[in-house]
């Protein structure tokens, strides 16, 4: 049963526009979420992340949101750019356990 | 540092064929992970080591597969004997002592079983 779901295999938005890929979580003890982009044939590379004690956390375009309550996070890019073409995955970690848990990615194509 | 290094890139290898994929860790590095990645299932934990010692091998899918890390600038991962249904991306990740840092990836190796 996957912990970390992504409902959306794929999201197409304009250039310009704001993206946002979501993420829902079954595991509430779950308490440091991670965001990570892939290229094709390039290995997962670190995005952003934000800890269970915060609801948001900016770093430059990229913003990830956590709603504890609903189990749930969503990565905002705004404004989104043609770089910003990848798969991206939404992870999950428990403090203690120090595996991270991976959703099955979505693949955000951003139109020109 | 290069970073997380894997070999080989690409391996293609005939069904029934035993196949060893290698990982080189980020220096100072003490946990070291194993993902595949397949369309059906996205990114799945294999097994993970910390200061070399297997700490969690429960995403290892069958008994052929197997994972060493005999120091901590090496680790492999063995399929023995290999399927067609192996066949997926396979990843190698490394992450520093203190918890809840990001892990980081190596390029990863393709495997094709035919």
Redesign the interface.
Request: no cysteine; aromatic share 20%; proline share 4%.
């Given at each position: 049963d996957q912990q970390v779901k992504?409902n959306s295999p794929s999201l197409s938005v304009q250039e310009g526009r704001i993206s946002i890929l979501n993420c829902d979580y079954t595991n509430s003890m779950f308490?440091?979420f991670?965001w990570?982009k892939k290229y094709p044939?390039?290995?997962?590379?670190?995005l952003i992340?934000i800890?269970s004690i915060k609801d948001k956390n900016e770093d430059g375009r990229f913003t990830v949101f956590l709603n504890k309550s609903a189990k749930h996070l969503s990565l905002h890019i705004v404004p989104s750019q043609p770089g910003d073409s990848a798969v991206y995955?939404c992870a999950a970690?428990v403090?203690?356990d120090?595996?991270?848990?991976?959703?099955?990615?979505t693949r955000l194509h951003i139109l020109p | 540092d290069a970073g997380v290094i894997q070999s080989p890139r690409h391996e293609v290898t005939e069904m029934g064929q035993e196949v060893t994929l290698r990982c080189k860790p980020i220096s100072g590095h003490d946990y070291l992970f194993w993902y595949r990645q397949t369309m059906m299932r996205g990114l799945e934990l294999l097994i993970y080591f910390n200061n070399n010692v297997p700490i969690d091998d429960s995403g290892m899918p069958e008994d052929r597969f197997s994972a060493k890390m005999p120091n901590a600038s090496f680790s492999t991962l063995k399929i023995q004997p290999s399927e067609p249904r192996d066949s997926a991306v396979y990843f190698c990740a490394s992450s520093l002592t203190q918890l809840n840092t990001e892990a980081f990836f190596g390029q990863g190796t393709r495997l094709t079983v035919v």
């Open positions: 992504q308490d440091y991670l990570y044939a390039e290995g997962p590379t670190f992340s800890s995955f970690s403090v203690g120090d595996k991270i848990i991976f959703g099955k990615g | -």
